[in-house]
């Protein structure tokens, strides 16, 4: 055997199981998880039948430990994931004793399953720690809901979940907690240290110097890197700050600030080698907006306190009042690019620290107080928490919201199943619904995908329970077994798939039930036959409920953000953009905000399709939204801006544009050649300040110019 035979034979031998396992799972995670969940819901589940002889809180201690433990993916540091476990307690009560008294008939029973199915579920509209929730929080309603009806037993199901809850929480926090994930904020702040760094080197590329071009450019080659690294749908549904709140808002309006002042910075940098009118204001604006940039990611990292935005703030003052003292008329208009440019890193620049200072509990000041009304871009600063979370449910509660087309389609499922378990008189009715929440997925054919692993690791898993009642095996063996079995079964799944997952853990209900009450073989074939029907009902559901998921919202979400888009370019050239605009953004904003969950939900599904970018879909929207909030703020309102025909052309072609790429996306068709129009020239020379707003309004067109071809560049063929 020559050495490369050896070497080939030696990198395919078989290597330890640990090895293998941390190839899967590098931090254990699941394993972790499954020795917790083990461990508490035997330490709950042994006591309550074997000391205090009681099945029922037993069935509770062990299933409330699953359910919140298993079912329930909490994201988080292990105390939060504590916290989260113990503050669903009272929830948990409520759903308990609700199932217990619907349970009296099969239409309350169902009725209940509706309408708790559906709130649950849309609860994670309000952030991933509720959408990781959800399901266990579903099984707490589900596992009461059936015969018997027993109000007399209510007591003895609250104090088993009471067990499993306390267990479970501290277990969480001292029991090989897992680690903790990197926090948003320091990874915002690491997006913003290269950002400084790129801010100060064009500053001194405006000042002469000849390499701070070329520093500027590999400052932001890693400044774009760490910024498209948080967008939320490349992180951890742990590091995402996606809740209601006012500093999860602001933190997530920082990280998407930040990209757009990366896209200006970089248009910035091209014009460093030209000769731009007011090449001194621009070194001095950007040094000032380093400065402030440096000092957000320093109070991100807990360095110092929130940053001081006085000092960008009054930058961008004496920039545009410096600007006003130089009469721009007979001056070429591209000599003004640079001077817009500047302006619109600092807008968006001040922007991200004031974001930074609201996430870190400063109140908006003064100078702000103008745009926190429900259309200004910092609107959610002064709102109260309740008033915040009732916005975000109310934005979300349209069938056009792919959090209310899941909790409807997921309640839906529930429903049917708990007709059909009640109808049929399934004698352990409550694995049809537990079926249906391991089958149904948010697209049909996720589900599809889900049901041939789930019903064949069922099939696998009751063929061997049927064999262990058969043969007559020593009780004893149930009790030793179930927590070899369980360990087993809840790790299997993360690393082997659902199909092991599934059959383990049929086994290990098996094995539950045969401490709970005399069994034969026929317990098996029911958990066979019930799972089997709770999978139909999942793919039947998904089949009819929005069957294209993420993937079809995704398209109409989009296009209308990009139709809202459009309006908001017409309207940034009317006579008096601000009457004009206001109402076109409120509608923007919104449509972004569908998107947005849309393009998450879709990432969610694992979607390989590449022929739409939707990231630049996404990103065209914002800068139109964000750009004509600033023309909004900067308008000379109630006059014509100079050269109403060559801006009213330019504004009506991008806008076009929008329209054009909206339309390909609504119809699935490949996006038209040339969506971003080329600049149409003519602009004036003369016209006094009004030029320099004229200018502002040019660059930002001509951005969205290039963002719409980015956008269509892939929109090649229909996804």
Known sequence: MTATDQHDRGTRMPTSPLAWVRRRDPTLTSVRRAARVTLVACAGFYPCRYLLDNPTMATYALFGAVAMGVLAQVPGTPGERGRAVLAVLPVGYALVTAGTLLSVSNLSAAAGMFVFGFLISFAGVAGPRLVGLANGVQ???????????????????????????????????????????????????????????????????YDGDAGGRDRAAALMSRATGAAEAIRPTRLAPGQRPASPGRRDRALSHAGGLVRLVLGRAADLCREADRRALDAGAVAALLRQLAAGTRAAAGGLRGEAGPPDGTGVAHALEDFRRGRLRTAPDGIDPDRLRAGSLALGVGEWTEATVTAVRVAGGVAVGPEHAARTDLTGRFWYAGQPAARLWARRLREHLTARSVYFQGALRLAAALTAARLLAGVLDLSHGFWVLLATLTVLRTSAMDTRAALRPALAGTVVGSVVAGALILAGVDPRVYELGLPVVMLAGLTAGPLLGLGWGQALFTLVIALVFAQLSPVNWQLAETRLLDVALGAVVGVLIGLVAWPRGGAGELHRAASRFLAAGAEAVRASAASDPAAALRPELSWARRQGQ??????????????????????????????????????????????LPPATGPLAAYAGAVADGYGSLATALWDREPAPPDLGPADPGGWPTRGGPDLYHLADLRVWLGGLSAALDRAGRHLTRPE
Do not use: K, M, N
């Open 139 to 205: 099984l707490l309603y589900i596992l009461p809901s059936f015969p018997p009806y027993d109000p007399g037993s209510l007591g003895y199901r609250l104090a088993g979940l009471t067990i499993a809850v306390l267990l479970l929480a501290v277990a969480e926090r001292v029991l090989w907690p897992d680690p903790a994930p990197r926090a948003y904020p320091a990874l915002l702040a690491d997006a913003l240290t290269p950002l400084a760094g790129c801010l100060a080197a064009l500053a001194d590329a």
């Open 594 to 639: 569908l998107a947005d969950a849309s393009y998450t939900l879709y990432r969610g599904e694992g979607h390989r399709d590449r022929t739409v970018d939707w990231e630049a879909v996404l990103d065209a929207g914002a800068d139109a939204a964000g750009g004509a909030d600033a023309v909004l703020r900067a308008s000379p309102a109630g006059r």
